[in-house]
């Protein structure tokens, strides 16, 4: 059972938006930056969203990742095939000093 | 740019010890932290430890019985020792580079990943 919540799966039609929940509590997402990967079958990970809402370079801007409290939530606009992926979110945990992570949502383009 | 490679047997036989190294190229080990995060198959990404800079160690309670991290700065690599493993060891395990503020600590997320290396653990 992860510590971050998400929900398994979200789905959108090309050119919609999808948006990804991440919740979790005062002592991860409500005190540090949150991240988001992006995780294509068969391949590792990849840094999609840092300190809640910045891209790295190469990362298009149809990706948005913001935070409100102890929630985050990862925006996909304009979705595209290539979106079809997993995605996961992730925080320091104050309490231990350690990183968690949601359990990961299965995006689906229609 | 940072590169990473996994490295190591890819079965190992329950009550062992698993032994993974990861080869760091295009910086130094010296100048980062550095964690291992394992994905069984299908399912989500658990974060098993860190490497700091100073080659101070910081791992997950729920591993921190069994396992081990350390560094070669000799070889550019760190390592990973997990000792008594059982099948619910069995996962694909990354070494990854962290990305972080400093001099104040903030974990922004981790921006280098290796491959991955899978590892079974079977008799």
């Known amino acids: 059972q992860s510590v971050l919540t998400q929900p398994p799966s979200a789905s959108g039609s090309p050119g919609q938006r999808v948006t990804v929940s991440c919740s979790g509590s005062s002592s991860n997402i409500g005190s540090n930056r949150v991240s988001w990967y992006q995780q294509l079958p068969g391949t590792a990970p990849k840094l999609l969203i840092y300190?809640?809402?910045e891209r790295p370079s190469g990362v298009p801007d149809r990706f948005f990742g913001s935070k409100s409290g102890t929630s985050a939530s990862l925006a996909i606009s304009g979705l595209q095939s290539e979106d079809e992926a997993d995605y996961f979110c992730?925080?320091?945990?104050?309490?231990?000093?350690?990183?968690?992570f949601g359990g990961g949502t299965t995006v689906t383009v229609l | 740019q940072v590169q990473l490679q996994e490295s190591g047997p890819g079965l190992v036989k329950p009550s062992e010890t698993l032994s993974l190294t990861c080869t760091v190229s295009?910086?130094?080990?010296?100048?980062?932290?550095w964690s291992w995060i394992r994905q069984p198959a299908g399912k989500g990404l658990e974060w098993i430890g860190r490497?700091?800079?100073?080659?101070?160690?910081k791992y997950n309670p729920s591993l921190q019985s069994r396992v081990a991290i350390s560094v070669d700065t000799s070889k550019n690599q760190f390592a990973l020792k997990l000792n008594s493993v059982t099948a619910a060891d069995t996962a694909i395990y990354y070494c990854t580079k962290e990305f972080y503020s400093s001099p104040a600590y903030y974990f922004f997320g981790l921006d280098v990943w290796g491959q991955g290396t899978p590892v079974t653990v079977s008799s």
């Open positions: 490497l700091y800079s100073s080659g101070v160690t």
């Open positions: 300190n809640n809402s």
């Open positions: 295009g910086d130094s080990i010296s100048n980062y932290y």
């Open positions: 992730a925080a320091l945990d104050d309490g231990p000093s350690v990183v968690v």
